[in-house]
């Protein structure tokens, strides 16, 4: 293990049993590219700890909302886990700091890049799982998401963000939003899309996320927010 790694699990609050579960977790598949380690990167680990950060959040937003329907929890649990909120938790962590990148991520800003950050930040939650359990990867959960942790459920649903987006533009413009696909990136099994809307007035506003229908809701959640409506009474994310 590299010796700076002994601050990340300063941070992080765990000891390492297996400290080639961290490395791995911060090892970006361009640097085991490089060395040609087919696997020798954090992908698995990020496949597994995302399952593990949407199983913690979902138990606790179920304890802490006993009366909330499954709509609302899906709403929160969007609000709480999304790429920008973990890779600003990732930030938070300096991750950035350690993720060992192969040179062209590197001289590309890697580093700075949401989608690679929230990756690692889920790697290390499958990492942490890994070595001490559930019980360990939850409790790294919890301390990360402390502060973020919503106080009241949120007001009941009617329509989705793409409904009320719609029906807003209709009203204002006469005219519907457009959304299409920008591309996507990463393995096969948890490919990111990003998906570009426009708005009638010409605003432009993109967002990835793990399948087009959630990066659609996710960009048409931003527009409602960059135009001073309330999402208040959205449906949430589709999943």
């Not at 001073?228 to 959205?234: H, K, N």
Request: net charge negative.
């Amino acid at each position: 293990m590299l010796p700076s790694f002994a601050v990340v699990q300063e941070a992080l609050g765990h000891a390492f049993a297996r400290p080639e579960l961290l490395t791995a977790a911060l090892t970006h598949s361009s640097w085991a590219n490089e060395r040609g380690d087919a696997l020798g990167h954090n992908e698995r680990l990020e496949f597994l700890g995302d399952a593990v950060l949407e199983l913690c959040v979902s138990e606790e937003l179920f304890v802490r909302f006993p009366e909330a329907p499954e709509g609302e929890l899906t709403l929160l649990r969007s609000q709480l886990v999304n790429e920008g909120s973990l890779a600003a938790m990732a930030r938070r962590l300096s991750l950035e700091e350690h993720v060992l990148l192969g040179k062209g991520e590197e001289n590309q800003g890697g580093r700075t890049r949401p989608a690679l950050l929230s990756d690692a930040f889920e790697a290390v939650i499958g990492a942490i799982f890994l070595d001490g359990g559930y019980a360990a990867a939850k409790g790294f959960i919890i301390r990360a998401f402390a502060g973020s942790w919503p106080m009241r459920p949120a007001a009941p649903k009617t329509k989705d963000f793409k409904s009320r987006l719609q029906e807003y533009t209709q009203k204002a413009h006469k005219s519907r939003p457009v959304y299409s696909l920008l591309g996507s990136e990463g393995p096969e099994h948890d490919k990111r899309f990003q998906v570009r809307l426009t708005l009638p007035d010409g605003q432009v506003i993109t967002a990835v996320e793990k399948s087009v229908k959630k990066a659609e809701q996710m960009a048409a959640l931003r527009a409602l927010e960059a135009l001073g409506e309330t999402a208040g009474d959205g449906e949430g994310i589709v999943r």
